[in-house]
């Protein structure tokens, strides 16, 4: 793993493009209406009779301050007295998914994400943590990844040594950068020093695992500002790091309409933050994951993927993609089985469906063999940079070859050019081609037209 990236110019002019992210696949872009709260509590008792393990991710939509670059279903507001409502219906919720699992599901993982989950008061969360206890088996040996997101403009040491007494384990700061005047263009002012505390308490706290989020490509931006920015957070010592690149689409977010284009820095520019940030990283000790994450050595990720047991899913690269992935609250995602559903993205409509005593579930996907395929491609070639051709075979009785014809002209270029290995037997990702792994995924995916690329998805790089 050495040799797990390395920087080539070429190729990257070559096959950066717009693409999915693949947190699944299929993708959210092709969840329809047809599915709903009854195909859920469907997947739900299957769940149950295998005795499943669980992954719970909770959302929490509230922020008190608006960042102009982000993307996320948010409701912006000072009125605390808005969370209320919102936990009263997450209660309920709970409890009706809580009704159709078996007690023995124990839950492996918990996310609690946002918006700022600290937008919440420390009575709520005991509330909230109080709640999902009386209706899953989370379990009390701290043995379990129990992660929250954390704004450190909204957090303190009583609010960290709260959330390690009611079992959290993990957290994840958002920085994007430190460099006061990109924080003003983002209108995210937030100091060195507030973060420093919140990364000592961790420390002190023993929260096991610490991951620190940046953004390449945000207003203002320069090379060598950025590479400041880096340095600092590597000093933190985060075990984990997500270096993300600002994908700018004010006609879908509006949020982003109030950052001008023209302070945005040069797609020059951006490559050399990304490459900067690459070789300090790098030099740091940090190992690539792939798709935007670093992480230590030692780090669960890294050893999951030396391992061959890591995965990929809503909640990213994750160790425990074996778990159903049941998501609460407003625009949550769940994954179980072969089942995709999302909940209503609307705040007053969530609240309203739960009040009446039923689930938000609007959306979603049921996967076919076809999916199922092809999710198991993509997840290998994303999580572990190489494929081989006969566990796909004997798994879905399919000659590979035969199997995606349409693709091999492309992947014979991708050979050629350098990005993969391509064998009879396998695909093999090259060092430089695996900041392009989503090209590479692309070919694999049914779905996608080349309409919706610059419509829907970031550019890779």
Request: aromatic share 8%; glycine share 6%; charged share 20%.
């Amino acid at each position: 793993m050495l040799d797990a990236i390395q920087w080539d110019a070429d190729l990257i002019h070559r096959y950066d493009q717009a693409g999915p992210r693949y947190t699944s696949y299929p993708t959210a872009v092709q969840f329809h209406g047809d599915i709903g709260p009854f195909d859920l509590l469907h997947a739900l008792r299957d769940s149950r009779k295998g005795l499943r393990p669980l992954s719970l991710y909770v959302h929490v939509p509230f922020c008190a301050h608006i960042c102009y670059y982000c993307a996320c279903n948010k409701v912006i507001t000072k009125d605390r007295g808005r969370a209320q409502p919102y936990l009263q219906a997450l209660e309920h919720e709970i409890g009706i998914i809580g009704r159709h699992l078996d007690p023995r599901q124990r839950v492996e993982q918990l996310h609690l994400g946002g918006g700022t989950p600290t937008f919440l008061s420390h009575d709520e969360l005991r509330q909230l943590m109080a709640r999902l206890r009386s209706h899953f088996q989370l379990l009390d040996d701290d043995s379990g990844d129990y992660s929250i997101e954390i704004d450190p403009r909204e957090a303190d040491w009583s609010t960290m040594g709260l959330l390690r007494e009611l079992g959290f384990n993990r957290v994840s700061l958002g920085v994007q950068d430190l460099d006061p005047t990109v924080q003003r263009a983002i209108n995210r002012l937030q100091s060195l020093e507030e973060t420093r505390a919140i990364v000592e308490a961790a420390r002190t706290l023993q929260f096991r695992s610490l991951n620190i989020d940046l953004i390449y490509g945000l207003p203002l931006q320069t090379p060598a500002h950025f590479a400041q920015t880096v340095e600092e957070v590597i000093a933190l010592q985060p075990d984990r790091l997500s270096l993300f690149n600002y994908a700018h689409l004010p006609e879908r977010f509006m949020p982003q309409r109030r950052i001008s284009a023209e302070d945005l820095p040069s797609p020059t520019h951006k490559l050399a933050m990304l490459q900067g940030s690459i070789e300090q990283l790098s030099a740091a000790g940090y190992r690539y994951i792939g798709m935007d994450h670093f992480a230590l050595p030692d780090d669960e990720l890294a050893m999951a993927q030396e391992d061959g047991s890591l995965q990929r899913n809503f909640q990213g690269y994750t160790t425990h993609g074996h778990c159903d992935l049941i998501g609460l609250g407003v625009s949550a995602i769940s994954q179980i089985g072969d089942l995709y559903c999302q909940n209503g993205s609307d705040l007053g409509n969530y609240q309203s469906s739960l009040a009446s005593g039923q689930l938000a579930t609007q959306r979603g996907l049921q996967c076919d063999v076809d999916d199922r395929l092809r999710r198991a491609v993509i997840q290998q070639l994303i999580c572990h940079f190489e494929l081989a051709f006969a566990p796909i075979e004997r798994a879905f009785a399919i000659d590979f070859h035969t199997y995606f014809a349409e693709a091999w002209t492309q992947l014979q270029g991708m050979h050629r050019d350098g990005l993969i290995v391509l064998s009879p037997e396998a695909i093999r990702v090259r060092p430089g081609g695996r900041l392009l792994i989503r090209a590479l995924c692309m070919l694999f995916d049914r779905y996608l037209t080349p309409q919706q690329r610059p419509q829907r998805y970031s550019r890779i790089i």
